[in-house]
C-alpha cells in the first residue's frame, strides 16, 4: 500500500535489498586501483538489469514493473 497508509508494511522492500545486497555483493569484490570500479559498475548494471526481469513467488509482473509502478509515488 503506497503513502502514509502502507509505512508500516515494509519488509519485503527491506528483505529484497537484503536479498540483492547478499547476491552481488558478497563476497565484497576486491580492486587493484579506482579504475577497476568501471568493472564493476558494468556488472552491478547488468545485476540490475537481471533483477528487472525476475519474478517474486506467484506476482505476475516483475520485479521492473513494480518498480515502475511504484516510482510514480
Known amino acids: 500500500m503506497p ?6 508494511e515494509k519488509g519485503g522492500v527491506e528483505g529484497e ?5 547478499r547476491r552481488w555483493f558478497v563476497p565484497v569484490r576486491k580492486i587493484a586501483d579506482i ?3 568501471a568493472g564493476i559498475n558494468d556488472r ?3 545485476a540490475d538489469r537481471a533483477e528487472d526481469v525476475r519474478h517474486i513467488d506467484q506476482r505476475a509482473s516483475t520485479i521492473g ?8 509515488f
Open 44 to 46: 552491478l548494471a547488468a
Open 17 to 21: 535489498g537484503g536479498r540483492f545486497r
Open 35 to 37: 579504475s577497476g570500479l
Open 65 to 72: 514493473q513494480d518498480f515502475a509502478l511504484e516510482a510514480r
Open 3 to 8: 503513502g502514509k497508509e502502507g509505512a508500516r
